[in-house]
Structure formats: C-alpha cells, structure tokens
C-alpha cells in the first residue's frame, strides 16, 4: 500500500525505515511503516510505502493473489474481497 505522507497522521503506526523505490515519474525516499488494514472483516499487517506527492491510495499487486477486486467506475464502488 502507498499513501501520501500527508495521510499517515492519525495512524499511530510503527515506523520501519526508509527506502528508495523506482516510480514512473523517477526515483523516490519513502518511508515504511507497519500499517494495519480490515479488508473483508480480517485485519492484515502489511507494509505502508508513505512518501510524498501520492495522488491516490495504491494497493499493490499482492493483494490481487488472494482476493477478487471488482471495481464500478459509474457507481463509484471499489471491492476486494474473495
């Protein structure tokens, strides 16, 4: 998951590091926090990639390993789920 650093208050999650990450826009520093997430009413502990200028909420690709994701661009409805 990618959240912009402006997002991470709040959380209280713990802090891991630091790492550099290619991006299509370029290089990048982000900071890595042990985040938790509910998805499907189960809580994951998953790594948080927090760095500057995240437009959006990304979810990386293994998520999609496990769970279905179903997206409803006319209603505005996002799923991820089994």
């Known amino acids: 998951m990618a959240l912009d650093k402006q ?3 709040g ?3 713990q802090y891991l590091g630091e790492r550099d ?3 299509a826009k ?3 520093k982000f900071d890595i926090y042990l985040g938790k997430v509910r998805v499907d009413r189960q809580v994951f502990d998953i790594p948080v990639h927090v760095g ?3 437009s959006e909420i990304l979810l990386g690709r293994q ?3 496990s769970k279905r994701l179903l ?3 006319a209603l505005g409805i996002l799923t991820l789920g089994n």
């Open 11 to 13: 959380f209280n999650w």
């Open 26 to 28: 370029g290089q990048s």
């Open 7 to 9: 997002d991470i208050d």
């Open 63 to 65: 998520w999609l390993k």
């Open 21 to 23: 990450m290619r991006l």
């Open 52 to 54: 500057q200028g995240v």
């Open 71 to 73: 997206v409803d661009m």
